[in-house]
């Protein structure tokens, strides 16, 4: 019942926000697009097409999309933490969303190159990673409004919720296997992705916060008003 309630006033204050779709969010999600895939012509250009270049774009790419990703699902979080100044993540939350689900389309487009080249992937994998990228794409197409409005405030802000938590997932099981460990390189590839990975659970979970405390507010005041 709390979580709920919980669930219904968060989903409110995210329908204010997601109300606008428009230029401004397809050129969002355009850029991210954009950026991604220079970043991945540049690994390819600097270590080849073939199988280990191709490897490393993916790895380079899964990094620039996390950041989006993560953006995404902790703006709420980290605008509670840090105030004010995080007024414009806040309000770009949907933006950073979309945004990654365009740049992540680089690095399925690189899965496509890699099999293309005989170098497909082990069918764990795909068992792994293609059911968190369908619910990217799934919460994707519910961000459109008319959609989103069908499923109702509750229902979408349970499915947002379970879904980001999911792609969080699948990004920490990578990035959290030995963060610390081996050599430098590594430990800069891998660390800041885990230190971040385990915080984005953190700040969602934070960011349901005030909704929490104005449903026991308002039930205290019902309650108090019963008794008088
Ligand atoms: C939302 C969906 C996805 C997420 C969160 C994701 C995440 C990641 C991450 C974090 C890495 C970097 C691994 C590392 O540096 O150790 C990576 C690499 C990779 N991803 Fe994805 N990915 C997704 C979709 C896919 C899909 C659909 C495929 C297709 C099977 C795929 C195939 C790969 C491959 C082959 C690599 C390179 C693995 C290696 O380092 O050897 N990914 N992905």
């Known amino acids: 019942m709390v979580i709920s ?21 397809l050129w969002w999600m355009g850029s991210a697009f954009a950026a991604n895939a220079v970043l991945a012509v540049i690994v390819l250009a600097i270590f080849g097409a073939g199988n280990l270049g191709t490897v490393d774009a993916l790895q380079t790419t899964a990094r620039f999309s996390f950041l989006l990703f993560w953006l995404a699902y902790a703006s709420g979080g980290l605008a509670l933490l840090i105030g004010p100044a995080a007024k414009f993540l806040r309000r770009h939350g949907r933006d950073f969303g979309l945004a990654f689900a365009a740049a992540h389309l680089v690095h399925i487009g690189l899965v496509v190159w890699l099999c293309w080249i005989g170098a497909t992937p082990g069918m764990g994998v795909f068992i792994f990673f293609v059911p968190p990228a369908v619910v990217l794409y799934v919460l994707a197409l519910f961000s459109i409004p008319t959609l989103q409005q069908r499923l109702g ?14 792609i969080a997932y699948a990004f920490a099981k990578d990035f959290v296997r030995a963060p610390f460990g081996g050599d430098t390189p590594h430990v ?17 979970a934070l960011s349901f916060a005030p909704s929490l405390r104005r449903y026991f507010l308002q039930s205290e005041r019902a309650s108090g008003k019963l008794r008088s």
């Open 5 to 25: 309630e919980a669930f219904d006033l968060a989903g409110r204050a995210a329908r204010v926000r997601s109300g606008q779709i428009g230029r401004q969010t």
């Open 153 to 166: 405030r509750k229902l979408w802000t349970v499915l947002r919720t379970v879904g980001m938590t999911y």
């Open 188 to 204: 800069l590839r891998y660390a800041p992705f885990a230190i971040l990975s385990v915080a984005g659970p953190v700040l969602c």
